[in-house]
């Protein structure tokens, strides 16, 4: 079966290393809540609001040897309500976890895009 586990985290620079390491955080804490083993992933898609182009999220990936993953990016659509300099993460999991059971992860400013979701 395959269960989405989302996750988000705001970016206070659009600079290469802020973005890069930002998303490894991410993508750790996910991984960590949800007890995911890297060959079980079936792909992640990230978002990226506009105003963070100096980096690919998918490197951040990358580099924390996700090399057989696959790995996709796009451009979260310019709300004018949105959060600013924001990446979102979707990881396509394969897991027998019921859905209720999957922990999404929001962090620094993030948290306001889901108050309902607490780490």
């Known amino acids: 079966m395959v269960r989405g ?3 988000a985290i705001s970016v206070d620079k659009n600079e290469p ?3 890069l390491e930002r998303v490894e955080e ?3 804490a996910m991984v ?3 007890k995911i083993q890297t060959e079980d992933i079936a ?3 990230f978002s990226s609001t506009a ?3 100096a980096a690919f999220p998918a490197l951040a990936a990358r580099k924390l040897g996700w090399i057989d993953v696959p790995l996709f990016g796009t451009l ?3 709300c004018p309500t949105g959060l600013p300099r924001c990446i979102r993460a979707l990881i396509l999991l394969n897991t027998d976890l019921p859905q209720n059971a999957i922990k999404h ?3 620094r400013e993030a948290v306001i895009l889901r108050p309902d979701v607490r780490k």
């Open 105 to 107: 992860i929001y962090l």
């Open 76 to 78: 979260e659509i310019d």
């Open 17 to 19: 290393i802020e973005i």
């Open 26 to 28: 991410l993508l750790v």
């Open 43 to 45: 792909s992640i898609t």
């Open 32 to 34: 960590q809540a949800n």
């Open 51 to 53: 105003d963070l182009n």
């Open 5 to 7: 586990v989302r996750g």
